[in-house]
């Protein structure tokens, strides 16, 4: 019978030959997830013999992800700002860029917001991650995609933080009611062009949603329009805090002081690259 360790091996050298990034990682937490044991438990059962049974359920999986579709949607949940969310291909998975975004957000805000509107919501990860950090705030999250909505209603049910997230079916802020006014507008709206979304990885351009990764061909239609029209949306004094793409922020810097923002700030993520833009009006 065929021990842990071999089928870790073997499985490892399968994804490395279809081109897997980190293949013994993806390898260990696929493998896991079949057997339910964490990647440290993996280590202490290396001898341990695996059943066919267990086998059957393992390659179907592992087929899966030869055939690069995500990680996170085979294993149908992803860690998001200390959360757990469900996630599949109703939307995008949430990067360590975007959680980085709501921490950036946490240390700036001078108080905590009473409003917050998330654009573009996806899964809810931003929506749901900030309503659990401020636990007094009220907060709206907008998508476009019916599907991705119900994915995010699933994860605000399944984290007890329905009752303080609204969930609207929305081209941007269109679904709003006149008058509405936000301490805080977020958004990871869509910003790859034309030419980086050819070049993304399998993973991302053949398995996740095109309507969340791209957005014109420079990628700056959808920011454009979020940075025109959340003057009309903000509290005084409130900020509008934009995921962006990398080489946007000049122009996006510029169209933020058109639209009447009179404090703006470009910061870096963990790679020390431009991307993200802050925004106030005072």
Request: charged letters at 25%; a negative charge.
């Amino acid at each position: 019978m065929i021990t842990l360790l071999e089928v870790i091996k073997k499985t490892t050298d399968f994804f490395s030959a279809k081109g897997v990034e980190n293949p013994r990682l993806n390898a260990e937490l696929l493998i896991g997830h079949v057997l339910g044991l964490q990647r440290m438990q993996l280590y202490l059962q290396f001898e341990r013999p695996v059943t066919e049974l267990e086998l059957e359920k393992i390659r179907p999986l592992v087929k899966r992800r030869s055939q690069r579709e995500p990680l996170q949607y085979i294993l149908g949940e992803t860690e998001f700002f200390h959360l757990k969310l469900k996630i599949d291909r109703r939307a995008l998975i949430p990067r360590p860029e975007t959680e980085h975004l709501c921490e950036l957000i946490t240390q700036r805000l001078p108080a905590p917001p009473a409003t917050i509107l998330d654009l573009g919501t996806g899964s809810g990860a931003i929506a749901l991650g900030l309503a659990a950090f401020y636990s007094n705030a009220a907060v709206t999250a907008l998508d476009v995609s019916g599907a991705a909505l119900d994915l995010a209603r699933e994860n605000a049910e399944a984290l007890g933080l329905a009752g303080r997230t609204r969930l609207l079916c929305s081209d941007w802020f269109a679904a709003l009611e006149p008058g509405a006014r936000f301490d805080l507008i977020v958004a990871n709206p869509p910003y790859l062009s034309e030419q980086e979304t050819a070049a993304a990885m399998p993973e991302v351009r053949g398995h996740e949603p095109l309507v969340a990764l791209a957005s014109g061909a420079d990628g700056m239609t959808a920011l454009t329009r979020i940075i025109t029209e959340a003057p009309l949306f903000l509290a005084e004094a409130g900020l509008l805090a934009l995921e962006t793409g990398l080489d946007q922020q000049t122009v996006l810097r510029e169209r933020a002081a058109a639209a009447g923002f009179t404090r703006v700030e470009s910061l870096r993520d963990l790679s020390d690259r431009d991307r993200y833009l802050l925004a106030w009006r005072h």
